[in-house]
């Protein structure tokens, strides 16, 4: 009987193409982290020049967040369909051409579509990594690889706030665009020579040149080669996208999801209205980008703990107290309409940290839960419907404000939904493998 070409990478050690497909795909998330805050970087100068008030940006700061809702269900299915390569590849493009056509925006609508097709390419983007992540990396470090990955997101925001800050103070917003569309095509030819298609995916699929195929890429890895496919498994042997929904998976796919929608709309009223609330506060824009980048680099910092960490306390018991932490760190943040630019930053520091330590749980768990043949679609639902979480965020704190509520009430209803997905979590029961999952029924 062949080996499992899947057994091979579970269990030998990472070799130097591997870790350089999973540094490549924090490079991927951090372009990510980038492009969906860009408009928030943007938003003040934004709001300057086109007169436009709270609720009318709320709208435009959700609309790249709807296209990543769409782009993550849909392309998420295709990430299966045709593989992780070209999907990340087509996200790319899709996403260079949105953050181009940004910088020809005249108005509210036109810069807003172009939100939304930036927003396809970045859903798209999302699943595809994860799912690209998680089979690139061996069994004993994919948990860490995975939260590495994640963290790669707020250090895009990092990198990219202190870069924006400097563009802020020389040009206006649309350099903020500019530097986004040359960076994300710095990463095509990254992919094309660097990320082969996974092994999981092509013994999965079986297209007629997968022994090839896998092959070769084990060859790059160092690793020992196959003679034949593996057996197909019941579960394999369906190879579709609707297994998510059968009753093996059903309830972990719904309530990941919904559990993602609701800690989304806590987790995007930091990134999203932060510099604003700063720039209200009477700091200027450039000021306002550096209290964004802490709540970033807060954010690389609870990842990177997250990760470490998680194998000792327990995957479940970790996520359950991040959450926690999100609702109060937000609540915290909402309190401090009166905190200098330096109490500002420690706030949105903390909430950084909490929020998004608690969407590395989620994105690991989103790994571990769906087998190969769904894994980019389980993870592209999940990602899709907390997407919309992510695009209620900012328009309902817009609505929030427009209505008259203090910072500290907004604040307060935003970080409820951290508290929601946190009860949802709790009722699951972790036993999960990414290889070994119930044939659907």
Known sequence: MAQDPRTIIAERPMSRLQVIAVAIAVGLNALDGFDVLSISFASPGIAREWGVDRAALGIVLSMELIGM??????????ADRIGRRLTVLGCLVTMFVGMAGATQAHGVTDLSLWRVL??????????????LTAE????RHRNLSLAIMVIGYPLGAVIGGSVAAVLLKSGDWRSVFEFGAITTALFIPLVWFFVPETVHYLAARRPADAVARIN???KRMGHGLIDALPDVTLRESKHSAGDIFSPALLRITLVLAIAYFAHAVCFYFILKWSPKIVVDMGYVPSAAAGVLVWANVGGALGGAIFGLISGRVG??????ITLVGSAVAVSVFGSGANSTLVQLSALAFAGGLFTNSAIVGLYTIFARAFPTHVRASGTGFAIGIGR????????????????????QYVGIAMGAGSLVAAALIA????????DEQPDPA
């Open 427 to 434: 009722t699951l029961k972790f036993n999960f493998d990414p």
């Open 69 to 78: 809702a769409v782009g993550s269900v849909v392309l998420g299915r295709v």
């Open 118 to 131: 930036t927003g396809l390419g970045i859903g798209g983007m999302l699943a595809a990594v994860n799912a």
């Open 315 to 320: 995957l479940k018991s970790l996520t359950l």
């Open 136 to 139: 690139y990396t061996n069994a």
């Open 388 to 407: 919309g979480g992510a695009a209620l965020s900012p328009i309902l704190a817009g609505w929030l404000f427009q209505a008259g509520f203090s910072l």
């Open 216 to 218: 070769k890429t084990l």
